[in-house]
DNA sequence: CAGAATCCACTATGATACTG
DNA sequence: CAGTATCATAGTGGATTCTG
């Protein structure tokens, strides 16, 4: 469990808090889009308008959506050039980029079991 | 992206195939309940009454279909022992543990910025 | 005990239109 | 261009009941 290690020592009530928030956090992050949005992030910039571009199938509020909650969970940091037309800018910090390797790791896995994968799919699929 | 890794070689279709492949589990698989099954399952066997007692929270039909979910990707190996009453253990196959390290990953990151993100989350939040 | 099936509330998501 | 707001709807997830 992710709250594991914080159960069973001192001051419980700080604990208890600080696994409701690993929970929450393992919640709003642990999620198809969020993941994409950082892995198509790595260490560029990107404008809003590329970052849909770059990742395919995400709707305008998905995307907006999930740019907030990683901005508000400090993963991401949003920075608007006050032009006409606006120009907004998503970069990772510096947590984001740790998450990032997480992020890596999990593609990695995706292509290397990809035929096993496929292969399983098709046992259980009868 | 993760996709990004099969485009522009030689076999187009293959290779679109392979994408959309990668991108259906990632889709399948990046979500918070089969990341706490995985954490939970960790080297052991579990019983489906264990892994629910495990996973604060989850609801006996969310822990069924994310079962489901991850056994048919061949993540989770599924044991049923025909005794009354029934006995169905589950098990993390090969792939499953390579996954494993990528989410503990995430619990690491997530325990190692909680404060950093619980401080991003009060500047944000007004 | 494990799980399938049902019902139902609620949420997530997409499409569309509007604003600075 | 980036973002907000609104609406319709498909889908999620919980509670409950039933079965081998």
Redesign the pocket.
Known sequence: MVTKQFSGSPDEADLRRADSLAREIFSDIA???SFLIIEALGERTL??????NEIE????????????MLERNGLVE?R?HPT???????TLTESGQGLRATVDGMCDWTHRYLSHIDAARRRFDV
Chains 1, 2 share one sequence.
Do not use: A, C, D
Request: charge should be positive; proline fraction near 7%; hydrophobic fraction near 35%.
């Open positions: 999620n198809k889009w404008r809003f308008t590329e970052l849909r199938g995400i709707s305008h509020k998905m995307l907006t959506q999930n740019l907030r949003r608007v006409v037309p606006p120009r907004v800018e998503y």
